[in-house]
């Protein structure tokens, strides 16, 4: 089959081939043909070496398609159901999982390191994050598909594998954004799209997207932003507010400049949400006074900071209720052949999601 692999980490290119195999088929595990696959900039970021990953890897991690097997053991899947890949798979057995915080199970960490591809019949290969999307098919664990309706287009329900339902999640799962709320959000990708949507869906009253590419700003605007800014009219903005700053920011570019630009864009009792995925040497730096003083919430949020099911099934709830844009942050549909063509785009600040199409 086909799939695109970054032979060793740093490379800024895939290599497109069609000698790849997905192996690893066996009891509790399924194999899934890929419909389509949306580019993420954690996908980039794992190339470039700052999120860990083995290589050689298929990337790809926003991912839909159709079950084309199962093994002994499944339940719950049959050949032909519709799903999304989950790349944190919760076990349901872990400290973690059993408080209904299954985003930060411990026993997807250990799966990581198992390759699921061979390339050219001898060399091993990993998926990211034990998925691997931007291949015609896959062989993942059961409990790293999620079931969706059949009317959910696979385009759409790629996007709700990751980037919506971390931006989601962190307004309603992580932050709880409340009604009459005053919410930033740092960074227009479709990370912080999703969290502009949760934050209308929500009732925020003012939301304030801020990008340093004018043409995310403008994008922002249709999705429920009142006001985009500039980065360096952030703090400007903020002191304007009646309480000096944002009931809420959230942080969707993944860096210590962009948390710290955050937390002094807050106000005093705010939060700050980190939804970026950063570097493990990118410090941000506070002082225990103003820690103190200003009693800032700092609040993280992995993969919309719940129970990733649950997420997964309000997005299609709201999607279905047409209060949440899924269609609309598709900028791009390419064929998996042009993969690195997306790639340019989203490192341009061309693409809000471009999705891979298989077919």
Not at 60 to 87: I, Q
Not at 156 to 177: D, F, M, Q, W
Request: charged share 20%; glycine share 14%; net charge neutral.
């Amino acid at each position: 089959m086909r799939a695109a692999i970054l032979q060793q980490t740093g490379q800024d290119t895939l290599d497109v081939r069609d000698d790849v195999e997905a192996v690893g088929f066996g009891p509790g595990r399924v194999r899934i043909r890929v419909r389509a696959a949306s580019l993420c900039h954690s996908d980039l970021s794992a190339m470039a070496g700052i999120l860990p990953q083995p290589a050689p890897f298929v990337p790809g991690h926003e991912g839909a398609g159709d079950v084309v097997e199962v093994g002994p053991g499944v339940t719950g899947l049959a050949p032909g159901d519709r799903v999304v890949l989950c790349w944190m798979p919760p076990c349901g057995h872990c400290p973690a999982c059993r408080a209904g915080r299954t985003h930060l199970c411990t026993a997807s960490i250990r799966r990581l390191t198992t390759p699921t591809f061979r390339i050219g019949g001898d060399t091993d290969a990993y998926g990211f994050y034990s998925t691997g999307a931007f291949a015609e098919e896959l062989v993942v664990a059961a409990d790293a598909v999620i079931p969706v309706p059949a009317d959910l287009p696979h385009e759409l329900a790629a996007l709700i594998g990751c980037g919506v339902t971390t931006g989601l999640g962190a307004v309603v799962n992580t932050a709880r954004v409340e009604a009459g709320s005053t919410v930033a959000v740092i960074g227009a990708g479709g990370v912080g799209i999703a969290a502009v949507q949760g934050a209308r869906i929500s009732g925020a009253t003012r939301i304030t997207v801020v990008d340093p590419v004018a043409s995310r700003r403008e994008r922002a605007l249709g999705f429920g932003a009142t006001d985009a800014i500039a980065p360096e009219q952030l703090k400007h903005a903020a002191r304007e507010l009646p309480a000096g700053g944002y009931d809420h920011v959230f942080e969707a570019v993944g860096r210590a400049a962009t948390v710290r630009a955050g937390y002094d864009a807050a106000r005093r009792g705010g939060a700050v949400v980190v939804i970026g995925a950063g570097a493990q040497d990118d410090k941000v730096a506070f002082s225990m006074g103003e820690l103190f003083f200003n009693e800032k919430r700092l609040l993280p949020s992995m993969y919309g900071g719940g129970d990733v099911r649950r997420t997964v099934g309000l997005a299609i709830d709201l999607w279905r209720a047409g209060r949440l844009d899924l269609a609309g942050m598709i900028t791009h549909r390419l064929p998996l052949a042009r993969v690195n063509e997306a790639i340019a785009q989203m490192r341009a600040g061309e693409a809000l999601r471009t999705v891979l199409l298989t077919d």
